[in-house]
């Protein structure tokens, strides 16, 4: 997607604005944050999402606009802006309520964002940590093993992380699962992880 420019290179305010008059996400490919809320998408089924993809070495005017700090992934809803993908994707579920990826009841809520925050905090960092071949990625990729080996047990048989419902920690898992044999751990390499991750593959 691309956008007019003035000579200056600044998009109108005008021309960014008629493009926000939906949703709005600026993703990055690669991004795992991205991906999470594109997933988040696919579950609630919306309709009409204008994507824009954010290329590294490449200058996004509208992104930088919206998201001065350059935060990826960030989504824009008229007024709306959030970033980084945890309040989106929460945001998503309030303003897409069907289906419900976060329980009703308090503390099953709490223990949904217990479990996000470890994912988000310390799993998606290694992940991101990992890719290359220097002393620290191969660190991370050690470090990210070990976390997962350590989850091992919490890996449904069947349904879903959190019961036989779909909650926002599946969605988050996804992602992660998806990029594992990229950084070089098999799905076969935890206990139980490869049949839970084919059941969030085939949705």
Excluded: C
């Amino acid at each position: 997607m691309s956008s007019k420019k003035q000579a200056s290179g600044v998009t109108p305010a005008s021309a960014l604005a008629a493009r926000r008059a939906g949703l709005l996400l600026f993703s990055g490919e690669d991004d795992i944050g991205s991906q999470w809320v594109r997933f988040v998408l696919g579950e609630k089924d919306v309709d009409g999402v204008a994507i824009e993809w954010v290329k590294a070495g490449e200058v996004n005017e509208d992104w930088m606009t919206l998201s001065p700090a350059q935060v990826l992934p960030t989504l824009a809803d008229r007024e709306v802006v959030l970033y980084p993908a945890r309040l989106a994707v929460e945001y998503l579920d309030e303003r897409y309520p069907h289906p419900p990826l976060l329980p009703v009841e308090p503390g099953a809520r709490a223990r949904v964002r217990m479990v996000l925050h470890h994912i988000e905090s310390t799993l998606y960092e290694l992940a991101k940590a990992g890719f290359g071949q220097s002393q620290a990625a191969q660190k991370a990729r050690k470090s990210l093993r070990e976390e997962l080996l350590g989850l091992a047990r919490m890996f449904p048989t069947r349904g879903y992380f959190m019961g036989n419902d779909m909650t926002m920690v599946d969605t988050a898992w996804a992602p992660l699962m998806w990029r594992l044999p990229s950084l070089g751990i098999a799905l076969d390499s935890v206990d139980g992880m490869r049949p839970y991750a084919e059941r969030l593959f085939a949705r």
